[in-house]
Nanobody
């Protein structure tokens, strides 16, 4: 499975961005999908995850109330809608896929290359 993340960019605080992660290759594995991020000088942080059936989205504390994860299995794509962005959301955002929905990055088998989000104050 190959994952391609896109949609990052420069946005002012309070603005919105929508990230996309398109999967290709062997996509019939009913994978849970997740978003993680890594800010400069910090460890990778869990942002959000969604199960194959789309009935169990889960958010990290930094994302609750501002971010929404969704997926289109028909398009093999997962999305992260980010609203009310803050400068502290600046990071490289990665999408990941795995058999189990988890907040741990160790349980995801497939990773995209990352897309940079920069939020200016």
């Amino acid at each position: 499975v190959q994952l391609q993340a896109s949609g990052g960019g420069l946005v002012r605080a309070g603005g919105s961005l929508r990230l996309s992660c398109a999967a290709s290759g062997r996509t019939d594995g009913n994978y849970a999908m997740a978003w993680f991020r890594r800010a400069p000088g910090q460890e990778r942080e869990f942002v959000a995850a969604i199960s194959w059936s789309d009935d169990n989205p889960y958010y990290g504390d930094s994302a609750k109330g501002r971010f929404t994860v969704a997926r289109s299995n028909a398009k093999n794509t997962v999305y992260l809608q980010m609203n009310r962005l803050k400068p502290e959301d600046t990071a490289l955002y990665y999408c990941a896929g795995g058999k189990l929905l988890s907040v741990s990055d160790r349980l995801y088998d497939y990773w995209g290359q990352g897309t940079l989000v920069t939020v200016s104050s």
